[in-house]
């Protein structure tokens, strides 16, 4: 894991399991989604597309996706979406409402910076918006920088944000 992931959060894993995409999670990963969306916006057709078809818009093109599981209950999620030039976007990321503020986002964004790396990727990119003040913080922790805002993938998106993660 990552060297922004404490020692306090690895006792914390103990607890939970990572693990990468089941056909069987795919209900979970766009009723978590689903979910956190709707705290804030209406699902766009971006969304969808991605939810409800997992496998072929996410596991297909190379990618994957990521859970935290409690009791064998998913509780957070994160896709890694694989693009051309050897980018990557960071997508779908959650933890649910119940398990915010345990530092699991900090372990599943860790898991999302490995695999990248692994996979010989550039840059991992993310969308996000302002009102989302957690998810902006943990990007800063993990040295995500703001660049212009070159996507219309989500109409809630107002800003983009950009990791470097080759040697």
Same mark, same amino acid.
């Given at each position: 894991?990552?060297?922004?992931?404490? @020692?306090?959060?690895?006792?914390?894993?103990?607890?939970?399991?990572?693990?990468? @995409?089941?056909?069987?999670?795919?209900?979970?990963? =766009?009723? #978590?989604?689903?979910?956190?969306?709707?705290? $804030?916006?209406?699902?766009?057709?971006?969304?969808?597309?991605?939810?409800?078809?997992?496998?072929?818009?996410?596991?297909?093109?190379?990618?994957?996706?990521?859970?935290?599981?409690?009791?064998?209950?998913?509780?957070?999620? &994160?896709?890694?979406?694989?693009?051309?030039?050897?980018?990557?976007?960071? &997508?779908?990321?959650?933890?649910?409402?119940?398990?915010?503020? #345990?530092?699991?986002?900090?372990?599943?964004?860790?898991?999302?910076?490995?695999? &990248?790396?692994?996979?010989?990727?550039?840059?991992?990119? #993310?969308?996000?918006?302002?009102?989302?003040? &957690?998810?902006?913080?943990? $990007?800063?922790? @993990?040295?995500?920088?703001?660049?212009?805002?070159?996507?219309?993938? =989500?109409?809630?998106?107002?800003?983009?944000?950009?990791?470097?993660?080759?040697?």
């Amino acid at each position: 894991m990552d060297s922004k992931v404490s @020692f306090q959060e690895k006792e914390i894993m103990e607890k939970f399991q990572l693990k990468t @995409f089941q056909p069987q999670y795919a209900k979970a990963f =766009y009723e #978590l989604n689903k979910n956190w969306i709707e705290e $804030y916006w209406e699902l766009e057709q971006s969304d969808l597309n991605d939810l409800l078809n997992p496998i072929t818009s996410v596991i297909e093109k190379g990618g994957e996706i990521f859970f935290i599981l409690h009791k064998e209950v998913i509780i957070g999620t &994160a896709a890694m979406i694989p693009l051309d030039n050897r980018i990557m976007e960071l &997508a779908k990321m959650t933890i649910h409402v119940n398990y915010r503020g #345990l530092g699991l986002s900090k372990i599943l964004l860790s898991q999302c910076i490995s695999y &990248a790396k692994n996979e010989k990727m550039k840059e991992i990119f #993310l969308i996000s918006n302002s009102k989302l003040k &957690a998810a902006r913080s943990l $990007y800063d922790i @993990f040295n995500f920088k703001e660049v212009p805002l070159d996507s219309k993938k =989500y109409l809630r998106g107002d800003y983009k944000m950009l990791l470097k993660v080759e040697d």
